[in-house]
């Protein structure tokens, strides 16, 4: 295994062990990552988004991973999600890949790629159904996923006083 297969490995690792602080030790400072729920995201984002999604489950998410792929300067992953959507309580399956490109040993882009249509069925039943394949639901959840971590931001900025 190359240092990069082990760093993908220690991120999946330390986000099945729901560890956000060992996630983020593995991305570059100046790191981008990418989704269909969230859109882009830089730098203190990433930390922060993983931060929040890990407190919100509860203990209630599972991830496996497998298919670790990595070369000098790319790399790759395959992995699942199963966790409960928390706004409507509906449980979610989501298959994910992943790649990755790495600057000075660490996570430098991140992109997570899955069919949100597929998502969306599950997480939001028939709204997720009728619209979930509209670029309309695919905003409007990244809207409120955004809105979502800045609040989240600002109250962790409160109690971090």
Same mark, same amino acid.
């Given at each position: 295994m190359n240092t990069n297969e082990q760093i993908i490995e220690e991120f999946y690792s330390a986000f099945a062990n729901h560890n956000y602080q060992t996630m983020a030790s593995c991305y570059h400072p100046e790191a981008i *990552? /990418?989704?269909?729920? *969230?859109?882009?995201?830089?730098?203190?984002?990433?930390?922060?988004?993983?931060?929040?999604?890990?407190?919100?489950?509860?203990? /209630?998410?599972?991830?496996?991973?497998? /298919?670790? &792929?990595?070369?000098?300067?790319?790399?790759?992953? &395959?992995?699942?999600?199963?966790?409960?959507?928390? &706004?409507?309580n509906r449980k979610v399956k989501n298959k994910i890949k992943a790649n990755f490109i790495f600057k000075d040993g660490l996570i430098f882009a991140h992109e997570d790629e899955f069919d949100f249509h597929n998502w969306a069925k599950q997480a939001l039943g /028939?709204?997720? *159904?009728?619209?979930?394949?509209?670029?309309?639901? &695919?905003?409007k959840i990244q809207h409120e996923a955004i809105e979502s971590l800045r609040k989240f931001q600002q109250k962790k900025q409160l109690t971090d006083i």
């Open positions: *990552f /990418n989704d269909p729920a *969230f859109g882009t995201l830089q730098g203190q984002d990433i930390a922060d988004m993983w931060q929040m999604l890990l407190e919100r489950a509860k203990g /209630n998410l599972s991830i496996e991973f497998s /298919n670790i &792929k990595a070369n000098a300067t790319t790399g790759s992953a &395959k992995w699942t999600a199963i966790y409960v959507f928390s &706004k409507t /028939n709204i997720g *159904f009728w619209l979930g394949w509209t670029t309309f639901l &695919k905003k």
